[in-house]
């Protein structure tokens, strides 16, 4: 676990809580938690650059490839995909609750912007609308899958269109009608998605989400994940030198502010990414062998044993952190008491 010292560090590098202010308005928008499409944190779609980018970007990795040609507004950033993270976890918390779903949405312009945490200034409205002309701008081809079917590829917009259904008497959007893609809406039907930390709105750089996109799909909820600075510079779509790169990880592992993980250089040109929850003193916290993982697994089949030990680990937290004699022995008592 982080050390309070390193909790200031990451209050000087992330973003502010725009909207603790709201009350219990605010308190309903995060009860959805923020949803991302798990192909799209995969492969490198939006641009990281924070200025027009009007680049005709191209990737191809282990028989996907992909094309993304931008309009003259440009291409899609990072930023612009929290419209889209906004939209797939609205649908999630619908199709969870037993609600039918479409591809056809209708946003509170100041609801995407509080959720999001985004400021809420004319200036935030303007570059919502801008976003909204990107993010239907640009075009992609790939013979991405999304749903564990057949392999097609195929050519479209990140968002079918948008309408400002009401605005006010100054131009600024009230309410809005995007209609998704039925590539992504296959995705969210298919559940293709995975949970994002809240703190991930609070991160300032493009390079810093994109890197924990690839952390939560790759790491998830194993205890680490190594990757190569090279594929990782593939990866995230970074234009930068490999040597720039490099550096701009480095600094990043000295912050060490990602949401979630932790990240190491070792030696070999390698990133090492772990579980914050993971990362703990000696004596401070229950280190699994990986033995448990597999009587676990004899134990609970088909079923998350890394969510379990995550589950897990939040009850010994809760209740006091307690000192244990076994944690192996701790962890598979509990689940044998665990109601299935």
Known sequence: MADPGQLA????????????????????????????????MEHPVFSLSTRPDRRILSYERNGTAI?????????ATLFDKDILIYCISQLMAALNAGREISRHLRLT???????????????????????????????????????????????????????ILRATKGGRMVQVAVTLSEWLFRAVMSKS???????????RKPLERRIYELSRKHCGRQPEWRISMAVLAQKSGSA????????????????????DYHLAEEPGDIILVTRRDLVVLPGQ?????????????????????????????????????????????AFLGWLKKRPV
């Open 109 to 163: 312009a100041h609801d995407l912007l509080v959720a999001t945490n985004r400021e809420t200034s004319g200036d935030g409205y303007a570059r919502l609308r801008e976003a909204f002309e990107r993010l239907a701008g640009t075009r992609i081809t790939t013979n991405m899958v999304t749903d564990g079917g057949a392999e097609i590829t195929t050519g479209f917009g990140l968002i079918e269109s948008w309408q």
């Open 285 to 329: 916290g229950p280190v699994l062998k990986e033995a448990t993982i597999t009587a676990a697994r004899a134990l609970m089949p088909g079923w998350d044993i890394y969510a379990l030990e995550a589950e897990w680990r939040d009850v010994w937290q809760r209740s006091g952190r307690p000192r244990l004699r076994s944690s192996d022995a």
């Open 240 to 259: 930068s030198p490999l040597r720039v790169f490099r550096k701009m990880m480095r600094d990043m592992i000295a912050s060490d502010h990602l949401p």
């Open 9 to 40: 560090v990451r209050g000087a590098v992330w973003l502010p809580e725009r909207h603790t202010d709201a009350g219990f308005f605010f308190c309903d928008l995060i009860d959805v938690l923020p949803k991302d499409d798990m192909a799209s």
């Open 193 to 203: 998605v995975l949970t994002l930390s809240r703190d991930y709105f609070r991160l």
């Open 67 to 75: 094309t993304v040609v931008p309009s003259v507004r440009g291409l």
